[in-house]
């Protein structure tokens, strides 16, 4: 298969956990004899430095015109400090979900067992977790009407939602609870907000559609409770864009840190994977940021296209550097790896996959080891 990937790394540590996600799929192209075509483009503050503008025009052509994106993270603290800047780098990562029609972001959380010890949470509650967030990414607060007034003293997000952008995520949603063990459970504030009201009549009436599948309700804050208290329940998630987004962040404390988790953000015609955790700049350049997040993400965008033999290698990568405890700081304090170290690691991993004779701990340690 012959694939062209826009590349977006972006700000902070993307660009160095972007590399680790390309060099798994450049082996994962040598063993399987794929061809992946990588073009890099600008996003995020890197590219208002460069160009003024967070998502430059040539950017959005690219994405609109490859197969798949992979992106980095975005942000700098640069830009946190003036509550009057226009243009924020995370307006770049908006109108492109927006400008790709990326409306469903999925997020998977299964923790990997030699993980499960690092969570916060008791490895009673942690073990055994296996759920996935659909989290309605391009309308919502996040893009309604936003108003100041004049003395800056009031200020207004408008949220809104048509039945059409609810519905076509909820389908996404139940369809994907047919694979799996026929649950849904919908978060939303329905007690108080009628965006959420909405959201349940029209996940109600979807479900009629699929009666094999059990649809129950969760208030937002319950959820919240629940997911840290008892997170086995859950098998398919549904929410809105705003709820979605601080569900999925707390529940990366189940897997142990937030380096781990990758996502999927499709749209119609149009796709992106990236890592769920942000630019991280006080690690940027230091060789420490968890490259596992956007190297499963890479897996996601194998998967999506149906190359799952190929996803799977990856994931067995990530669970083999983590039997040898191949990992960086935020999954153990003592260890002497870093995000390069990792990234060849796994990448050798699936082009020798029956031999890890060539993986010497002092080797990788002072940058030695095979690099693809």
Known sequence: MNLKIAVLPGDGIGPEVILQAKKALYAVGVVYEHDFIFEEALIGAVA????????????????????????????????DS????????????????????????????????????????????????????????TAGIYFGEKKLNESETIASDLCEYTEEEITRIAHLAFQSAQKRRKKLTLVDMANVLETSRLWRKVVTKISADYPEVSLDYLLADNAAKQIISNPKQFDVVLTSNLFGDLLSDEASVITGSIGVLASASL???????????????????????NPFAAILSAAM?????????EAKKIYEGVEKAIEYNVVTLDL???????????????????LNKDDLMYFNNDNVHLGQSTIV
């Open 332 to 350: 153990n304090p003592d260890s002497k790896f870093g995000t390069n170290e990792i990234g060849e690691f796994i990448s050798n991993f699936i």
């Open 82 to 137: 003036d509550s009057t800047l226009k243009n924020r780098p995370e307006d770049g990562l908006l109108k492109l979900r927006k400008g790709l029609g990326l409306y469903a972001n999925i997020r998977p959380l299964k923790p990997f067992k030699g993980l499960l010890d690092v969570s916060p949470l008791k490895r009673e509650i942690v073990e055994g977790v296996d759920f996935v967030i659909y989290r309605e990414l």
């Open 48 to 79: 208002i430095d460069k160009t003024g503008t967070s998502l430059p025009e040539q950017t959005l052509n690219l994405c609109l015109n490859t197969d798949a994106v992979l992106f980095g993270a975005i942000g700098d603290p640069k830009y």
């Open 267 to 289: 749209g119609e015609k149009n796709a992106l994977f990236e890592p769920v955790h942000g630019s991280y700049p006080h690690a940027k350049g230091r060789n420490i940021a």
């Open 301 to 309: 965008l194998l998967d999506y296209f149906g190359l799952n033999e």
